[in-house]
Nanobody, 124 residues
């Protein structure tokens, strides 16, 4: 498995922006498709966005399409989540995850490694 550590969460007002980072170690980063998930209190963990091994393909949940951008730097073994136009409903713990699958999956069960999560709180 690959080890993942997220950073960059915090408190922001509605309409603001945050950039999350997820640093990987332990295995060749380029072998993994990467995803971001989030979990709000009392809710299931949900897929936010994912990127293929080389970053050439991305996929977004409808709720964040056009506001969030995923990117990765394989040389730095890091995946990023740029979040713009944040809304109170984006408040959640955000997790990055790695999948050895060759495609981007929306299912959390296809991801083998998870970070510890970082809290994002959007105030109205």
């Amino acid at each position: 498995q690959v080890q993942l550590v997220e950073s960059g969460g915090g408190l922001v007002q509605a309409g603001g922006s945050l950039r999350l980072s997820c640093a990987a170690s332990g295995r060749p980063f380029s072998r993994y498709a990467m995803g971001w998930f989030r979990q709000a209190p009392g809710k299931e963990r949900e897929f936010v966005t994912g990127t293929s091994r080389n970053g050439g393909s991305t996929y977004y949940a409808d709720s964040v399409e056009g506001r969030f951008t995923i990117s990765r730097d394989n040389a730095k073994s890091t995946v990023y989540l740029q979040m713009n136009s944040l809304k109170p409903e984006d408040t959640a713990v955000y997790y990055c995850a790695a999948s050895a699958s060759p495609y981007i999956s929306r299912s959390r069960y296809d991801y083998d490694s998870w970070g510890q999560g970082t809290q994002v709180t959007v105030s109205s």
